[in-house]
Structure formats: structure tokens, C-alpha cells
């Protein structure tokens, strides 16, 4: 069962409390999963051109599908006939790579402004980075993304409004792939069985599709080495064996760094310094460093560090009170109540703080506070 960890099992996305892991793979984790895969991974094209035959034959009337067995046969072979000649009426069906419009750099912001509270930096770098890579039709290579931050501050969510603004279906699209460090790598003795799986279920999915995009979270518990297995993938080559690599893109989620942003953060307002001012240049470095040299990383001593493949370190600082208030209130909404200002204090009030002296930050960020309502809305 641990030998083939990777290759039979999956999960979903979480996000502080949005989410959480499924044991069945619908276009995420890894190989096999529960559902039938074509050989270079992915789901079938068989499997999935028949249900789109089959949703044509449905919505026929009932005097056309009441046929016998060789018209059947040859409405479906006019079916099939039509998907190789006509795509976009089987996209019509059946979910299909890109066919989303092109991503709205607007959408992207306006999501970001809407859901992500007390992140500006890592705003900016995800609304560039990511709109800028899209909008370029030939890229040199990957966009590599490495998301760092104490739980709870927005990383999930961010990987969650990415995939969300380039595919309908999301974080349940077939081209986006989450991997959980301690769901799919959990034993340091197959670390070798990993890297193979890990390689070949990467480069059957982008086979299937240039655009997609491969989410590791955990990478803090990531066994040191594994990672290493997907240099290739990210680094500047029009193809490999076949396959070009340059339209995928790769989110890192970690919490190594984690106390290194917040010393930062901690220093800009102990000197009176609102925490807008920070740049991206004041940690960025730091981060990138801590990663490499923290022997609990799957970072540590990487090559994807060491040959300058991550594009962006990307720092989620630590959740201020006011900030948990943001999240109640959006939070209300979303279940449909109206916004209570007695409650959202309540429950900000409810958190835990620190450092203990000042109490300035969240120790769990916006976390909890979706469950914390819950006893106010029993």
C-alpha cells in the first residue's frame, strides 16, 4: 500500500478550512486515483468522447433515439464522426484544454481584491506574473510559483483563484492537479517509486494539455530530493522528448520562511510602518535562502532553487485583527446572512494573537473563523 501511494491515491484543494482531501482523483493527484486514465494520464479521451455522444443522443427526440441497434450505431459513428471534424461541438459536452476565454486580467483582480485580505505583495506578483504569462503565446519556459506563509494567510485560496480564472471548473478541472506532500509522499523508502510516477503523471497530463497546472502543497513536509525529479519540466527547453513543458504552470505552498516574513512584518510596525510599504525585495532573497538551507524542506539543497526555476517567491505576511473582520464579513455573505458587526467582533475577538505581549498578528490567520460562525448560526 505505500509502495503505491502516489498512484492510488488523491485530494482536493483546501484552503484554511474551504476544503479538504478526497480520495478520488478527478484530474488531481496522482496516477490512477479511481478513475479510468488514458496511458499517459489524464482522463480518458475515449471515456469522455463517449459521454459526450451520449449527452447528443439524450437531448435527441424520442423518435430519433427510438432506432434500431445499427442506426444507433451509426447515429454514434455520426457523433464521433462530427467531434473529430467539429471540437468545439464535443467542448460543448465535455470539459476541453483552454477552451475557457482567455484569462481578464480585470476578473483576476478583481477576485484577488475581493477574497485575499492583507496581502499586497503577494496581490501585485500573482496578478502580474500570472496574467503576463498567460497573455504570451510563446514563453521560455513554465511559470513556477512559490507561495510561503503561516497557515490560514491565503495560499490555498490564491492557487484556488488562479485555477478558478483560467478554467471553469477550477480546482475540479481535468488540467488542474493538486499533490499533498503527506497524502502522496508520505514514505522516505519510495522516494525513488515517487520520482518516476511523479515524472511520468506530469508529462502524460501536459500531453493532454499544455495548460496545466500542477499545485504542491505541504512543501515544507516534502521529503528533501523528491522535487528535484521535476527540473526538467521547469527549466528552458522547447521540448523534451516530444513535449513542450513552457504553457504549464507550477504553485509551491509552504510554510518554510513563514518566521522570516513575519520578523519583517514585526519590524515595520514596531518602527510605525504600515505594512503596505514592505516590498518584495525586503524578503524575497530571505526567503528563497531559508528554503534552500532548511534541512525540513523539500527545498532544501534543491536544484529548482540552486538553476533559478522559481520565478517568484511569493510571501503571504501574517493576518492583522482587522483583517479576520474582512473575512467574517465576506464569509457572512457568502452564506447569505447580513452582515452582523456585533458578531464579526465576537468572533475576531474569539482568536488568538501574538506576539503575547503585543497581539498583533493571528496565530491561524482566517482558518478557523468559517467554523467559529457556525456557533453563532447553529
Not at 477550477?170 to 503527506?182: K, Q
Not at 531559508?290 to 505576511?317: E, K, Q
Request: one cysteine or more; glycine letters at 10%.
Amino acid at each position: 500500500m505505500a509502495a503505491a501511494g502516489l498512484a492510488r491515491r488523491s485530494a482536493r484543494h483546501k484552503d484554511g478550512g474551504r476544503g479538504g482531501a478526497e480520495p478520488e482523483a478527478r484530474g488531481g493527484g496522482g496516477p490512477g486515483g479511481g478513475r479510468r486514465e488514458s496511458a499517459q494520464g489524464g482522463a480518458g479521451p475515449g471515456m469522455k468522447l463517449g459521454r459526450a455522444a451520449l449527452g447528443l443522443l439524450l437531448l435527441a427526440p424520442l423518435g430519433v433515439r427510438a432506432v434500431e441497434p445499427i442506426s444507433l450505431g451509426l447515429a454514434l459513428a455520426g457523433v464521433l464522426t462530427g467531434y473529430i471534424s467539429y471540437p468545439r461541438l464535443y467542448c460543448l459536452f465535455a470539459e476541453c484544454c483552454g477552451q475557457k476565454r482567455s484569462l481578464s486580467r480585470e476578473a483576476l483582480q478583481k477576485d484577488l481584491d475581493s477574497k485575499l485580505f492583507g496581502q499586497h505583495l503577494a496581490k501585485k506578483v500573482i496578478l502580474n506574473a500570472v496574467s503576463g504569462f498567460i497573455s504570451n503565446p510563446k514563453p521560455k519556459k513554465p511559470l513556477t510559483l512559490s507561495l510561503h506563509g503561516w497557515t490560514g494567510t491565503g495560499k490555498n485560496f490564491v492557487s484556488k483563484i488562479i485555477a478558478e480564472n483560467i478554467y471553469e471548473g477550477g480546482l475540479n478541472s481535468d488540467y488542474v492537479h493538486l499533490f499533498v506532500a503527506t497524502l502522496h509522499f508520505p514514505h522516505a523508502s519510495n522516494i525513488t517509486l515517487y520520482k518516476d510516477q511523479l515524472q511520468l503523471w506530469i508529462r502524460g497530463n501536459v500531453s493532454a494539455c499544455a495548460r496545466s497546472i500542477f499545485i504542491f502543497d505541504e512543501m515544507d513536509k516534502m521529503h528533501a530530493g523528491l522535487i528535484d525529479a521535476i527540473k526538467p519540466f521547469l527549466d528552458y527547453y522547447d521540448h523534451l522528448d516530444g513535449v513542450s513543458y513552457q504553457k504549464a504552470i507550477f504553485i509551491f505552498l509552504s510554510n518554510a520562511g513563514a518566521e522570516r516574513i513575519t520578523d519583517v512584518a514585526l519590524d515595520f510596525w514596531r518602527s510605525g510602518k504600515q505594512r503596505e510599504e514592505i516590498k518584495l525585495k525586503d524578503m524575497e532573497h530571505a526567503l528563497s535562502v531559508s528554503a534552500f538551507n532548511n534541512r525540513n524542506s523539500g527545498f532544501w539543497h534543491s536544484s529548482l532553487i540552486d538553476r533559478n526555476l522559481i520565478d517568484y517567491f511569493v510571501p503571504f505576511l501574517p493576518l492583522e485583527y482587522k483583517h479576520l473582520k474582512m473575512c467574517i464579513r465576506v464569509e457572512m455573505q457568502s452564506r447569505g446572512y447580513e452582515v452582523d458587526e456585533d458578531i464579526v467582533t465576537r468572533v475576531a475577538e474569539e482568536m488568538t494573537f501574538f506576539p503575547k505581549e503585543e497581539r498583533i498578528f493571528s496565530d491561524k490567520g482566517c482558518k478557523t473563523v468559517f467554523t467559529k460562525l457556525d456557533y453563532y448560526y447553529d
